[in-house]
């Protein structure tokens, strides 16, 4: 079955930097495009990012686009999202997907507070 495992949120300042990373297994990670959403406290899941399945193709949110940058390791089954400038309002626990599909692992909590 599906599993994504998300990792590398934490408590960082206004302007600082994260890295997430998202396992993934049971199917061919290779072979699907991935997105990342997040989800503030008391608001809707918000769609941050898209990667192809090569990677070669990327889109963002307006709200996090020049800011956050999406990338993948095939070979490693694993998926990151390099996150710089944060503000408070990047608040959100953080989730990998395949595209095309609900399932979400725990996610991963991002704070941005000073």
């Known amino acids: 079955q599906v599993q994504l495992v998300e990792s590398g949120g934490g408590l960082v300042q206004p302007g600082g930097s994260l890295r997430l990373s998202c396992v993934a297994s049971?199917?061919?990670?290779?072979?699907?495009?991935m997105n990342w959403v997040r989800q503030a406290p008391g608001k809707g899941v918000e769609w941050v990012s898209f990667i192809s399945s090569t990677g070669r193709t990327t889109s963002y949110a307006n709200s996090v686009k020049g800011r956050f940058t999406v990338s993948r390791d095939n070979a490693k089954n694993t998926l990151y999202l390099q996150m710089n400038s944060l503000k408070p309002e990047d608040t959100a626990v953080y989730y990998c997907?395949?595209?095309?599909?609900?399932?979400r692992g725990q996610g991963t909590q991002v704070t941005v507070s000073s």
């Open positions: 049971g199917f061919t990670f290779g072979n699907f495009g």
């Open positions: 997907q395949k595209n095309g599909d609900d399932y």
